[in-house]
């Protein structure tokens, strides 16, 4: 398995501005994922995260809104931009390790937009 | 494309009784398939997951969960239920090979009364 934290934990934010999320892994991994989970609601991919290259952005999603980086194996932010109350959400991180099919998933953020 | 259907959104079991939820996909091949648990304020932990071999798997927390392909479920249960099991519970199903997305189910979720 793998040990994976986000920061922050919580925030609220006001509309109009921009958050930006981070995911670090204890190891190398080869798929980062970022997920969005709505009030009351399941998990939806917003996008997966390319080391080295742009992120894959999910039907929906668009890289305008959800800028994503991976700079390396083990490390990846998520910036939800120009926020709106409907950006209200836990974001979730979640990674494949090679050889593998389960995802693993961190603690999640739980953004409150004003 | 692949699908997931959890028909229970909340199930409430006695402390000690039996559990057993329910999950249905639509896959045009052999899925790998998935179940995770959400403590509040949690993020996923995976339960158990079945790629391929024996049908009936053996997961943590002393879940189990049955592949039934002519039935196209994979459902969990638990033969006694603790206070603690109370959570949200979702299904997914991953594709073979390739990107391999895995969708999630809407999640059901457990009650546990004294």
């Known amino acids: 398995s793998a040990v994976i934290s986000q920061k922050p934990s919580r925030d609220i934010c006001q509309r109009g501005t921009s958050l930006t999320i981070q995911c670090q892994v204890d190891s190398q991994v080869t798929m980062m994922f970022w997920y969005r989970q709505q009030p009351g609601q399941s998990l939806t991919l917003i996008a997966t995260a390319n080391q080295g290259s742009e992120a894959t952005y999910e039907s929906g999603f668009v890289i305008d809104k959800f800028p994503i980086s991976r700079p390396n194996l083990t490390f990846s932010t998520l910036t939800v931009s120009n926020m709106s109350p409907e950006d209200s959400s836990i974001y979730l991180c979640?990674?494949?390790?090679?050889?593998?099919?389960?995802?693993?998933f961190g603690p999640g953020t739980r953004l409150t937009v004003t | 494309a692949q699908s997931v259907t959890q028909p229970d959104i909340h199930i409430t079991v006695s402390e000690g009784a039996s559990l057993e939820l329910r999950c249905n996909y639509s896959y045009g091949a052999t899925p790998y398939l998935f179940w995770y648990v959400q403590s509040p304020g949690q993020g996923l932990q995976l339960l158990l997951k079945y790629f391929s071999g024996d049908t009936l798997v053996q997961g943590i927390k002393g879940f189990e969960a049955e592949f039934k392909r002519s039935q196209s479920s994979f459902n969990l249960r638990k033969p006694s239920v603790h206070w603690s099991d109370a959570a949200e519970y979702f299904c997914?199903?991953?594709?073979?090979?390739?990107?391999?997305?895995?969708?999630f189910g809407t999640g059901t979720k457990l009650q546990v009364i004294p």
């Open positions: 979640s990674v494949r390790l090679a050889g593998g099919y389960e995802q693993y």
């Open positions: 997914a199903v991953g594709m073979s090979g390739g990107y391999q997305k895995v969708t």
